[in-house]
């Protein structure tokens, strides 16, 4: 009875093992330090930056309404620009009979 227990408990530690990289010790800490590096510089930091980004121009479009102004190009209508078809801008400029 003991035995089944401990065998049922290797099976598991080593798929437990194996499911991680099947490294041991120093190695699969290291491993696992470098993912969790570019794992943070890719994905966390840019997040967090981005974060900062908008409050930094929230506080500053708050502090001066005046004085601030966004920075974008405007969005282009598309049925004017030919990408959508339909009734494009038709002037009213009828000829008088």
């Known amino acids: 009875m003991a035995s089944d227990w401990r065998g049922?408990?290797?099976k598991v530690r080593s798929?437990?093992?194996n499911s991680m990289g099947g490294l041991r010790g120093g190695q699969n800490l290291a491993s696992w330090l470098v993912a969790g590096t570019i794992?943070?510089?890719l994905w966390i930091k840019p997040?967090?930056?981005l974060k900062k980004e908008q409050e930094?121009?929230?506080l500053l479009a708050l502090a001066d309404r005046n004085e601030y102004?966004?920075?974008?190009k405007p969005i282009?209508?598309?049925?004017?620009t030919?990408?959508?078809y339909g009734n494009k801008k038709i002037t009213d400029d009828k000829p008088q009979d």
């Open 69 to 72: 102004v966004e920075k974008r």
């Open 82 to 84: 030919g990408l959508v």
């Open 8 to 10: 049922s408990m290797g």
């Open 76 to 80: 282009a209508d598309p049925q004017v």
């Open 56 to 58: 930094t121009r929230a």
């Open 47 to 49: 997040a967090q930056d």
């Open 39 to 41: 794992a943070y510089y």
């Open 15 to 17: 798929f437990v093992g």
